[in-house]
């Protein structure tokens, strides 16, 4: 075991508050993404299927043992659940409006002027029903593929009332999501 000096460990404890703040940071996109996400998914049993074959097929080819943690390399292999990941996003993102400033007078690639100090707002919840557009994230993929490999969740009351938004700086499903959670016996 190696002792650190003081200054190694302030060091390391500066990591670790940096990282702390990168996770805490994302904590609600992330949340509210991965819960439109999953709500989603329980509509589309045909879709959790999918992935979880993708899944198998990443554990077989790499020689892993279900629970082990997903590397960054098989992660980028899992497409189905990149691109099911990507659709919840469009459909659903996390922060629908958002607005900037411009620091310089500009032009739009679309040929609107937009002057030094203005603001311009743009809807992406809007944006996202236009089918060109799409994004996903890496930790959303991670955190569904571990999710979906060893659980079934089952929205209650899913289909006879469709989730209401809740309005603020994220977009979250008002009341968060009901599921019953079970382990899945037959896990690769």
């Avoid at 996903?136 to 079934?152: D, H, Q």
Wanted: hydrophobic share 40%; net charge neutral.
């Amino acid at each position: 075991m190696k002792i650190c000096s003081p200054d190694q460990r302030q060091l390391g404890q500066l990591l670790r508050d940096i990282v702390i703040s990168f996770i805490l940071a994302s904590r609600d996109t992330t949340a509210a993404a991965l819960t439109w996400f999953f709500w989603l998914l329980s509509s589309r049993p045909d879709v959790q299927q999918k992935v979880r074959q993708e899944l198998e097929a990443v554990w077989a080819s790499n020689g892993k043992n279900v629970g082990d943690t997903f590397s960054f390399e098989e992660l980028r292999e899992m497409h189905y659940l990149h691109a099911a990941i990507s659709k919840a996003l469009r459909l659903y993102p996390p922060v629908p409006i958002d607005t900037k400033a411009c620091l310089e007078n500009d032009i739009m690639p679309y040929g609107t002027f937009v002057g030094k100090g203005w603001f311009v707002t743009y809807h992406s919840y809007a944006m996202g029903r236009i089918e060109a557009i799409y994004g996903a994230k890496t930790v959303m993929k991670s955190i569904a593929a571990a999710v979906i490999e060893r659980f079934e969740m089952e929205v209650q009351d899913g289909e006879n009332c469709p989730p209401q938004h809740l309005r603020s700086f994220t977009l979250r499903m008002k009341g968060g999501i009901h599921v019953i959670v079970t382990e899945r016996s037959n896990v690769y």
